[in-house]
T-cell receptor, first 113, second 107 residues
Framework: NAGVTQTPKFQVLKTGQSMTLQCAQDMNHNSMYWYRQDPGMGLRLIYYSASEGTTDKGEVPNGYNVSRLNKREFSLRLESAAPSQTSVYFC????????????FGPGTRLTVL | DAKTTQPPSMDCAEGRAANLPCNHSTISGNEYVYWYRQIHSQGPQYIIHGLKNNETNEMASLIITEDRKSSTLILPHATQRDTAVYYCIVSQGNLIFGKGTKLSVKP
């Protein structure tokens, strides 16, 4: 089992460029999540998908869109990147029972110039 | 905002038990206490969770006070590989991460 995988690992964008961060899990989990982590801070939830076909906003959704492509894959899109979106992005998944134990990917380090 | 309060940093000697405190005075009856850790900018790693009773697994023990307003994560024999930021989270659904406690295990 690879667990949760994310691509790319690193990315540098110019202001206004767009890109999609990819996430996949092989644990047959129903729920998937996207977080961002700024230096010295905890993780903040951007969007989540409780089950295939559904997505919901988290704490900081502005400037992002998501797609739950199938049960395995959950992508995060930046349509017009801004320097404020420079961050480390983590994807996670969980089986979404009553106890929400999340498994995290290794992260994507994004710099927007 | 996170519903927990943790000290920003702690030190522990290698081989000793590391006891990480967490206050969660506004916890509601159906919220669990979760602990995660993050080693050097890797993705967070689940450690343990509990509702009312104390819990133990291969990584750690979780002690929850009877009134559930605070808890302690215990790493029984800390090693330098346990140096990380430890997050205490109370939740019945989505996780809200605070700044955590940076634990440094020193030789």
């Amino acid at each position: 089992n690879a667990g949760v995988t994310q691509t790319p690992k690193f990315q540098v964008l110019k202001t206004g460029q767009s890109m999609t961060l990819q996430c996949a899990q092989d644990m047959n989990h129903n729920s998937m999540y996207w977080y961002r982590q700024d230096p010295g801070m905890g993780l903040r939830l951007i969007y989540y998908s409780a089950s295939e076909g559904t997505t919901d906003k988290g704490e900081v959704p502005n400037g992002y869109n998501v797609s739950r492509l199938n049960k395995r894959e959950f992508s995060l899109r930046l349509e017009s990147a801004a320097p404020s979106q420079t961050s480390v992005y983590f994807c996670a998944s969980s089986s979404q029972g009553v106890v929400d134990t999340q498994y995290f990917g290794p992260g994507t380090r994004l710099t927007v110039l | 905002d996170a519903k927990t309060t943790q000290p920003p940093s702690m030190d522990c000697a290698e081989g000793r038990a590391a006891n990480l405190p967490c206050n969660h005075s506004t916890i509601s009856g159906n919220e669990y206490v979760y602990w995660y850790r993050q080693i050097h900018s890797q993705g967070p790693q689940y450690i343990i969770h509990g509702l009312k009773n104390n819990e133990t697994n291969e990584m750690a023990s979780l002690i929850i006070t009877e009134d559930r307003k605070s808890s302690t994560l215990i790493l029984p024999h800390a090693t330098q590989r346990d140096t990380a930021v430890y997050y205490c989270i109370v939740s019945q659904g989505n996780l809200i991460f605070g700044k955590g406690t940076k634990l440094s295990v020193k030789p």
